[in-house]
Structures are given as structure tokens and as C-alpha cells.
């Protein structure tokens, strides 16, 4: 299984048998190196209905035929927008073919801007996702602030790679991920969601050089991970 890191917070995640994709904000993101039309998934993972998180998931599910797994007000939205959609809640598991997924807490927001008309588009609550798949867990926190329940994620789940945010202003920055990485107890942690706009420009490689033991890791645009 090779997992990469593409720019913001998208990650993707190549299995035996699928490809997968959280949150493919590519239209926009200027540190990205994928391309809306060259991506390919068969399943498309929602942390949130902000446009930097949505991002092309219409285009690309339309194109590959997708599922795509949501909260349930964004999956909702999307769903009438023609695509093939899993509604999910937090606290709520569900095993796929691809691997399991469980949605977690997240505190932030999650509304999608229509541009063009001014109207801003409730999609519920936000969440964090646990996808276990080939025996590996993997926590991608979606964008938060830290709270206390990180402490019971990471006792109730054994992560084996984690996806913090750090921007600061509108997530967690570079001291409170720190702590929600201690908390969650992953045996590696990738800093996400930072230096794509001026308000949450962050050094991803002074944050993971302040994890004990070697825990932090900076993967580059289009950098991956392999789990054998």
C-alpha cells in the first residue's frame, strides 16, 4: 500500500485492488502536482464541505464513477449533484470492500460557497476519518482545533499514520498539533494543511522535528509512504 501526500490536505491511497483520495482540492492549490483530469479513484473520502476539501470531487467522481464517502448533509448535496454517495455520522464504521472507515469528531465547519450565486450551502458537521485497510489505520483529522476525546482516539485505535493539520487560523497550528499528536499516539504523523495561502504559512519540518522519537514526517508534494 503506498500512500502520498499531494499539496493541502490531499492524500492519496493506493491498495492492492483501489485507489483512493481524501478531500481533492486540485483547482486552486497552487502547491499541488496532480491534475483534476489525470486523477483517478474509485473511492473519494470527505473530511467537509469547504470548497478547499471538496475541491474537484464532482469532476472526478463523475469521470471514474466513484463512491464517495461524506457526512451525511454533504454526501446529501453531492449526491444530488448525480454522484454515487455513502452517507456516513460521527461515530459511525462502516466496512467497505476497499477497507473500513469510521468518522471521528472534528471541531470547525463545513458549508460549501456557490460562488456564483453568493450562497453559502450547510453540509453538516465536520469529522476526522479512520480508514483501516491491509491491516494499517490510517487518521486523517480533516481540519480541527485540538480537543481532549484525541486522548480517546488514540487509546481506542492503534494508528499507524496520522495527518494533522497545522495552517493555524483556521485549524490547529504548529504547539497544539504537537499535543494532539502525543494524544493520538500515531507511530508516524505527516503535517498537513499549511503554506497554501499567506494566513497559514507554516514550517512543516520545524513542527516535525518537535515530535519525539522520530514520530514526525514531512512527505513533500507527491512524496509516499509504502506499507508492505
Not at 492519496?12 to 502547491?31: A, E, K
Amino acid at each position: 500500500m503506498k500512500v502520498a501526500y499531494h499539496g493541502h490536505s490531499v492524500v492519496t491511497v493506493d491498495t492492492r485492488d483501489h485507489q483512493l483520495i481524501f478531500d481533492p482540492f486540485i483547482t486552486g492549490n497552487s502547491l499541488t502536482d496532480l491534475k483534476p483530469e489525470d486523477v483517478k479513484a474509485d473511492v473519494i473520502l470527505l473530511t467537509h464541505g469547504h470548497n478547499d476539501h471538496v475541491g474537484d470531487t464532482i469532476e472526478i467522481a463523475k469521470r471514474n464513477n466513484s463512491l464517495v464517502v461524506a457526512p451525511n448533509e454533504l454526501a446529501v448535496y453531492l449526491g444530488w449533484k448525480g454522484l454515487n454517495v455513502h452517507p456516513m455520522h460521527i461515530g459511525g464504521s462502516h466496512q467497505f470492500d476497499f477497507g473500513k472507515v469510521k468518522l471521528t469528531q472534528a471541531f470547525h465547519g463545513s458549508a460549501y460557497t456557490e460562488e456564483d450565486s453568493q450562497k453559502i450551502v450547510y453540509t453538516g458537521m465536520p469529522a476526522g476519518i479512520l480508514l483501516t485497510v491491509e491491516g494499517r489505520t490510517i487518521f486523517h483529522a480533516g481540519d480541527t482545533g485540538l480537543f481532549s476525546d484525541m486522548k480517546l482516539i488514540g487509546e481506542l485505535n492503534h494508528i499507524d499514520l496520522a495527518f494533522l493539520p497545522i495552517g493555524d487560523n483556521f485549524t490547529m497550528g504548529p504547539e497544539d498539533a504537537k499535543l494532539a499528536a502525543e494524544w493520538l499516539r500515531a507511530k508516524q504523523v505527516v503535517p498537513v494543511h499549511y503554506s497554501t495561502f499567506p494566513v497559514i504559512e507554516q514550517d512543516p519540518h520545524a513542527f516535525a522535528d518537535s515530535l519525539p522519537g522520530g514520530v514526525g514526517k514531512v512527505l513533500e508534494v507527491g512524496e509516499s509512504i509504502e506499507f508492505k
